[in-house]
């Protein structure tokens, strides 16, 4: 879906309220992105702010299982005619949150699939879980329940019985 910027002209206080409902190939899902976007013109610009949900096909990081996740997206991004205008002596620059927009660039329309996609991957969690308490795979599970100290290992293992009781020393 694209938004024309020539259409927001002759619109009610510029500004345009869409519903969005589409399957992002890239999203690697067969359930369609659905969402509220509203896009207004301003003085500089363009805001686009919505909110989108979908289901995303994962895989679990344990057991290696696809599992579906529900994901819910706000967004609010803005385009601005004219970039940021820097002074050339300037050796430092507080950015605030004005300052994180897209520049236009002659642009008279606005990808929001493209928009919608980029918001959705950058939410995804870093962390793929099907479940809390998933085992992981067979031989994940195997290696969680063995009873055997790797010898290499075994001094961590007295170093962190030292440190509790000088701990407990140090308590009372």
Do not use: W
Not at 36 to 50: D, F, R
Not at 70 to 78: A, Y
Not at 154 to 166: G, P, R, T, V
Request: aromatic fraction near 10%; hydrophobic fraction near 30%; glycine fraction near 4%.
């Amino acid at each position: 879906m694209k938004i024309n910027l020539k259409e927001f002209e002759n619109a009610p206080d510029q500004k345009q309220d869409f519903y969005f409902e589409e399957i992002i190939k890239e999203l690697d899902n067969k359930t369609p992105v659905k969402g509220l976007i509203s896009a207004q013109l301003t003085e500089y610009g363009v805001n686009i702010n919505g909110e989108v949900d979908t289901k995303l096909n994962l895989i679990c990081d344990r057991c290696l299982d696809f599992f579906e996740y529900n994901i819910n997206v706000s967004f609010h991004e803005k385009f601005v005619k004219n970039g940021l205008n820097f002074t050339q002596n300037q050796t430092e620059y507080e950015l605030s949150n004005e300052n994180f927009a897209e520049e236009l660039q002659d642009r008279e329309e606005i990808n929001v699939t493209d928009l919608i996609y980029q918001n959705i991957i950058i939410n995804v969690p870093g962390k793929n879980l099907c479940d809390i308490d998933c085992k992981g795979t067979q031989a994940l599970q195997y290696l969680n329940n063995r009873d055997e100290i790797d010898p290499r290992l075994e001094i961590f293992k007295k170093l962190s019985y030292k440190m509790d009781n000088d701990k407990t020393k140090k308590d009372r």
